[in-house]
């Protein structure tokens, strides 16, 4: 016979902490998507700034393949020239950071890009939108 107590004596305890756990890990993943959201968005502002100092659309076309290969090489994936792009996209598309803040509180990264790459204005919110918008939206202190 074992010392160990059975967690079926205590059905609601286990459930409680099963709660707990996956609260939690919602949590942390939602946290994670808005800080990686944010920091897709300064590395987009870096790169365009660069750009736009040196003022010369060829060194752009440059920079995002040497960009690509220093992060690949330091972090692995996530930093392909596609994403690269998508960062400046962001950045490019949402320049207010307050509405990219409370976007990211709302959206996930995925579906931001999605409606980053929506061309058609009807289909898409425009800045003004996008900007009431984020005053409807309630504060929050993730992003």
């Known amino acids: 016979m074992s ?31 808005q ?11 870096t790169i365009n700034e660069e750009i736009l100092k040196n003022d010369r659309a060829d060194y752009g076309k440059k920079i995002i393949p040497s960009l690509n290969e220093a992060l690949t090489k330091r972090y692995g994936i996530g930093f392909n020239k596609r994403n690269l792009q998508s960062f400046i996209k962001l950045n490019s598309e949402i320049q207010d950071f307050e509405i990219l803040h409370t ?36 504060k929050t202190n993730y992003c």
């Open 103 to 138: 976007l990211c509180a709302k959206l996930t990264w995925s579906h931001i890009r999605s409606l980053i790459y929506i061309e058609d204005d009807i289909k898409r919110y425009s800045k003004k939108d996008l900007k009431n918008l984020s005053y409807q939206l309630p």
């Open 35 to 45: 800080e990686l959201t944010l920091l897709y968005w300064k590395i987009g502002k």
């Open 3 to 33: 010392d160990k107590p059975d967690t079926n004596d205590k059905p609601e305890l286990l459930d409680s902490i099963i709660g707990l756990i996956d609260q939690t890990r919602h949590s942390v993943a939602k946290t994670v998507n």
